[in-house]
T-cell receptor, first 117, second 113 residues
Framework: NAGVTQTPKFQVLKTGQSMTLQCAQD?????MYWYRQDPGMGLRLIYY???????DKGEVPNGYNVSRLNKREFSLRLESAAPSQTSVYFC????????????????FGQGTRLTVV | ELKVEQNPLFLSMQEGKNYTIYCNYS?????LYWYRQDPGKSLESLFV?????AVKQEGRLMASLDTKARLSTLHITAAVHDLSATYFC?????????????FGKGMKLTVNP
């Protein structure tokens, strides 16, 4: 099983350019997430989608947009890249916790290393 | 707002030694996770702790959860070089139905021969 697949793995952008990070999962999970990881900051949630057709802001949403294209795919778009968006981006997926069922786990993609110059 | 704090953030230890690392969180939580990350790699799930008093062990690592104290510990027994990595704890707030993980900043562990 592929699990969570992110593309591209590496990207260099110039300030002001736009790009879309792609994420797809094959585990039939309802929830999907985008995190960014910066040195000494842990992982911070950018956006998440609890189910197909819904998205919500996380801790650091400014400068990003997302699209939950279908149950499998959740994309992250940078409309006008800034050097402050240089980071490693991780997509994750998990099941929604249903009442009485609490044993869930989040699975992560391999990450996208983005550099904005 | 849920905050997750790990300590220490950096640990250098010798092979064969024991050590405990800590993860505190600020509000009630459904569950707590421990992840491992090797340099340049993704996150690998180590443990999922679901209830007060939960204890899980895998090899030289043992994790426990005290929901009343809002504290999880990760105990390392007889450390070996292969345990060198960054360890994150992550917590899911009680409210809401999605796996909205809130991460600590991570603890970078170096095990020296």
């Amino acid at each position: 099983n592929a699990g969570v697949t992110q593309t591209p793995k590496f990207q260099v952008l110039k300030t002001g350019q736009s790009m879309t990070l792609q994420c797809a999962q094959d585990m039939n999970h309802n929830s999907m997430y985008w995190y960014r990881q910066d040195p000494g900051m842990g992982l911070r949630l950018i956006y998440y989608s609890a189910s197909e057709g819904t998205t919500d802001k996380g801790e650091v949403p400014n400068g990003y947009n997302v699209s939950r294209l279908n149950k499998r795919e959740f994309s992250l778009r940078l409309e006008s890249a800034a050097p402050s968006q240089t980071s490693v981006y991780f997509c994750a997926s998990s099941e929604v916790v249903n009442r009485g069922w609490r044993n869930t786990e989040a699975f992560f993609g391999q990450g996208t290393r983005l550099t904005v110059v | 707002e849920l905050k997750v704090e790990q300590n220490p953030l950096f640990l250098s230890m010798q092979e064969g030694k024991n050590y405990t690392i800590y993860c505190n969180y600020s509000t009630t939580s459904d569950r707590l996770y421990w992840y491992r990350q090797d340099p340049g790699k993704s996150l690998e799930s180590l443990f999922v702790l679901l209830s007060n008093g939960a204890v899980k062990q895998e090899g030289r690592l043992m994790a426990s959860l005290d929901t009343k104290a809002r504290l999880s510990t990760l105990h390392i027994t007889a450390a070996v070089h292969d345990l060198s990595a960054t360890y994150f704890c992550a917590v899911v707030p009680s409210q809401g139905g999605s796996e909205k993980l809130v991460f600590g900043k991570g603890m970078k562990l170096t095990v020296n021969p």
